[in-house]
């Protein structure tokens, strides 16, 4: 492998943060459990009802620690209503394609789906 290619390969490693305060939400038919850095730097979890008043509280939540940026799994017809909530208190809401995220090896549950939905969309891949 010539220098010029590990130099290359060394710059396509280092994966910088775009979005420092980005959510990872994972949406369900009955809740939503959403992934974001707190305002003390420590990783929050929590999960909210899928009902009116608990988008309100959840999207209060995220603009209180500072969130800015949030990519949401859009499976079935579930995300509509969250994505349009959370437009309207001004967040930028990126979908993410389910399908890239079911390969996972290990066990899913919904933590671990909105843990990895913030990871792959935070950083420049």
Do not use: F
């Not at 859009?74 to 979908?95: D, F, H, K, N, R």
């Amino acid at each position: 492998m010539s220098k010029k290619n590990k130099q290359q390969k060394r710059q396509a490693l280092n994966l910088g943060i775009i979005h420092p305060q980005a959510a990872g939400l994972d949406v369900g038919s009955m809740n939503m459990v959403i992934s974001y850095p707190g305002t003390d730097g420590i990783q929050t979890v929590r999960e909210y009802d899928a009902y009116t008043e608990n988008l309100h509280e959840m999207a209060k939540d995220l603009k209180q620690a500072g969130v800015t940026h949030l990519a949401m799994e859009a499976t079935g017809i579930y995300w509509m209503p969250v994505y349009e909530m959370l437009g309207q208190y001004g967040l930028s809401v990126t979908l993410v394609n389910a399908r890239h995220y079911k390969n996972v090896e290990a066990q899913k549950t919904d933590i671990k789906d909105c843990l990895l939905i913030l990871q792959r969309n935070s950083i420049v891949n």
